[in-house]
């Protein structure tokens, strides 16, 4: 029963690199959201997906990219790394519709920057 | 626009004591409420939910309140465990289905 699956788990790059951090869910789900999470900041969303074929900004979108492959993926880009990128990132999805705001996690890829 | 508050951590508590944490929210229309779980190491779990004011959410012994008119949703148990260490997060998403916004987490640490 995998839910929601994310890789890499641990990833450590310098400024200026590239990197995509993958997600997939198995549960059928429409939207597909990615936070991230820092000390005291709580989770603040970055991009979503309401549905495939669809993107949207979040709060703290600058720095980033995604694409929505299809229903059961959405990745998150990286195109050129910067220190206040360190953070812990999180996947996410959920039904949609009655369900929204039920959204199941995965468990989460620790991203440094130096 | 739409925000939760919660109390700040780190709260610190012996086994069996009486756990409260509070959230407050602003927010346009009737939102539902959410409480959210994180265990170290892992991502975020559902733990309650309610969609209506004075609906009343449970599970795992926790339990919160819908409160409309003090506009709060806050997270207690009765006996908490050392299992029961974890982050805890507030959040809402407006009845249009827009995204769910979190507060900031609260850091639970329960010792024997």
């Known amino acids: 029963n995998a839910g929601v699956t994310q890789t890499p788990k641990f990833q450590v790059l310098k400024t200026g690199q590239s990197m995509t951090l993958q997600c997939a869910q198995d549960?059928?789900?429409?939207?597909m959201y990615w936070y991230r999470q820092d000390p005291g900041m709580g989770l603040r969303l970055i991009y979503y997906?309401?549905?495939?074929?669809?993107?949207d900004k979040g709060e703290v979108p600058n720095g980033y990219n995604v694409s929505r492959l299809n229903k059961r993926e959405f990745s998150l880009r990286l195109e050129s790394a910067a220190p206040s990128q360190t953070s812990v990132y999180f996947c996410?999805?959920?039904?949609?519709?009655?369900?929204?705001?039920?959204?199941?996690f995965g468990e989460g890829s620790r991203l440094t920057v130096l | 626009g739409n925000s939760v508050t919660q109390m700040e951590g780190p709260v610190t508590l012996s086994e069996e004591a009486f756990l409260t944490i509070n959230c407050t929210y602003t927010?346009?229309?009737?939102?539902?409420l959410f409480w959210y779980v994180q265990y170290p190491g892992e991502g975020l779990q559902l733990l309650l939910k309610?969609?209506?004011?004075?609906d009343k959410g449970s599970n795992k012994g926790f339990e919160a309140t819908y409160r409309k008119e003090t506009t709060s949703f806050h997270l207690e148990k009765g006996s908490v465990q050392v299992s029961d260490s974890a982050v805890y997060f507030c959040?809402?998403?407006?009845?249009?289905?827009?995204?769910?916004?979190f507060g900031q987490g609260t850091e639970l640490s329960v010792k024997p």
């Open positions: 996410a999805s959920s039904g949609g519709g009655r369900y929204a705001g039920e959204l199941f």
């Open positions: 549960m059928n789900h429409n939207s």
């Open positions: 997906s309401a549905s495939e074929g669809t993107t």
């Open positions: 927010a346009t229309g009737y939102p539902s």
């Open positions: 309610a969609t209506k004011a004075d």
């Open positions: 959040a809402l998403v407006n009845n249009q289905g827009g995204k769910l916004i």
